[in-house]
């Protein structure tokens, strides 16, 4: 969110209530999830993540932090547990629904439909009025990188990274505060991924389960290890860093083992905030 | 505009731009035409279009299977799911795109074979008429949403052919029988084959229209679960 180029996909809530000292204490949770159990993936998961973390989730299996993100996002229903999301209870679009966006390694964009179309239908899913939404779908065009040409033409004439691109276009069009995202743009070359991902706004949420976190450098400000079974660790990714491994599954491994007890504390907001 | 409709008419734009809807109608003029000009004599015109509506409702019944599981296969249902659409509201969207499109065919082909056989059959009531044409569509939306079923459980290419096998089966012997009982959903077509034979055609028309219609809420209702329980 592009400071400086203006304020890209703002929310109602000022940004000055979010940095004052007691908005810092209380550490409100953007996602708190209790007792989850997928299948098999997840056999009583619990996490509680604060506003404006961006954490990078790792699975050993690989499975288990996809399977995480898809129970979030409401695409897998989980055979226990509760989920709190953006402070609500509620998956409808009156509760977290409207706060909430995922993005996954399959775009599921129409290949006929053009950008412009994709992100309407979307702006209308979620009820914005026209205004707005023309506000809305043309800041996340331009984030991005859609010009307007492409805009109007089928998705499909741009191939699989334009329709990546226009996933996320239609993720951000909400302006979620949690934005869940599983293994994302494939399509999309490295360095231009990595700024697509670099989503300013200090009370934005990022989640991204990752199956290459070597790609993910940069973008985050803590770590988690998932497993079947639980929660392994959460860790800012200092941490790491401090402890001279890489970023990296085996790296993120060997922190785990290195740090006996799972989930250390919650950073504080300005923390999760700062990394970006 | 409700969730639903918003599904329905995305539905009904894919299968536009696919030229599934197109395939869709011609599957069933096709078979009214051949009916019409084919067949000789006005009792083998109604077989013959008992025989093409069953293939088009099976090819109806193919494509709506094949394309549920394309959607779940291509992550666009999830999309949708992502965006507090709701999976009934999936279910409802492509039932209705899918009713809407047969439903339009059918109505061409039988308005088609009305007017070649009507004089030369005056015991065939225009009401008993649409009654089994009524059954027939009524059997049609049962189709599409066992379709949509198969769709949500098995993967792409076997849900189309599922669908398809077990409906090719089931008008094999429809039509080496022709007598199937009314509560059968599909019994209608037995019914218009004989319907230049039957006195009153209405009364057991509407009662299998009503089986049928009652059949397709059931496998509504169970594409419905099905799909909540389903990864997206």
Do not use: K, N
């Not at chain 1, 599983?182 to 989503?199: F, G, I, Q, Y």
């Not at chain 1, 389960?209 to 660790?233: D, W």
């Not at chain 2, 731009?17 to 009214?32: D, H, K, Q």
């Not at chain 2, 049962?142 to 409906?167: D, E, F, M, R």
């Amino acid at each position: 969110m592009a400071r400086g180029g203006g304020a890209f996909l703002t929310s109602s809530t000022p940004d000055a209530l979010w940095s004052t000292a007691s908005a810092r204490r209380l550490r409100p949770t953007a996602v708190g999830c209790s007792g989850i159990r997928v299948d098999g993936r997840l056999t009583g998961l619990t996490l509680s993540v604060p506003v404006g973390m961006r954490l990078l989730l790792v699975g050993d299996p690989p499975t288990a932090a996809s399977a995480l993100i898809r129970v979030l996002a409401g695409l897998v229903r989980a055979s226990a547990g509760r989920m709190r999301l953006a402070g609500l209870d509620d998956p409808s679009i009156d509760g977290w629904g409207r706060r909430v966006a995922y993005l996954g390694p399959r775009a599921g964009i129409r290949p006929w439909m053009t950008p412009r179309e994709v992100l309407s239908l979307a702006t209308d899913l979620l009820g914005l009025s026209d205004p707005d939404a023309e506000r809305r779908i043309a800041r996340a065009l331009a984030w991005t990188r859609i010009d307007p040409g492409a805009a109007e033409r089928a998705v499909r004439h741009g191939g699989h990274a334009l329709a990546e691109r226009t996933a996320l276009a239609a993720a951000l069009v909400g302006d979620p505060e949690v934005l869940l995202l599983e293994d994302p743009l494939r399509s999309v070359a490295l360095h231009e991924r990595t700024r697509l991902l670099r989503l300013p706004g200090p009370r934005r949420t990022v989640i991204l389960a990752s199956r290459y976190p070597e790609r993910e450098a940069g973008l985050f400000s803590h770590v988690a290890l998932v497993r079947a079974r639980g929660l392994a660790l959460l860790a800012p990714m200092a941490e790491l860093e401090s402890a001279g491994l890489p970023l990296s599954a085996d790296g993120i491994g060997a922190l785990a083992r290195r740090i006996p007890r799972a989930s250390g504390p919650v950073p504080p907001l300005h923390e999760a905030a700062r990394a970006q | 505009m409700s969730h639903t409709t918003v599904v329905a008419w995305l539905a009904l734009r894919e299968l536009w731009i696919s030229f599934r809807l197109l395939l869709i109608l011609v599957a069933f003029v096709a078979g009214g035409t051949v009916a019409t000009f084919v067949a000789r004599g006005a009792s083998v015109t109604l077989e013959w279009l008992a025989l093409g509506l069953a293939v088009a409702v099976a090819l109806t019944g193919a494509m709506a299977a094949w394309s549920m599981a394309e959607e779940r296969r291509s992550g666009r249902a999830g999309w949708l799911a992502a965006r507090s659409v709701g999976r009934g509201s999936i279910v409802a969207g492509w039932l209705g795109a899918f009713g809407i499109a047969a439903l339009a065919g059918l109505v061409a082909a039988a308005t088609l074979v009305w007017v070649a056989v009507a004089p030369l059959l005056p015991q065939l009531t225009p009401a008993g008429y649409a009654a089994a044409m009524a059954a027939i569509g009524g059997w049609c939306v049962t189709v599409v949403a066992s379709g949509l079923v198969v769709g949500i459980a098995l993967p792409v290419p076997l849900a189309a052919a599922v669908v398809t096998g077990a409906i090719g089966a089931g008008v094999v012997v429809a039509a080496w029988s022709w007598s199937v009982p009314e509560v059968v959903p599909g019994a209608a077509l037995p019914l218009l084959a004989r319907a230049a034979e039957m006195p009153a055609l209405a009364g057991p028309a509407l009662r299998a229209a009503g089986m049928s219609l009652a059949m397709a809420a059931v496998m509504t209702v169970i594409a419905r679960a099905l799909l909540e329980r389903v990864e997206l």
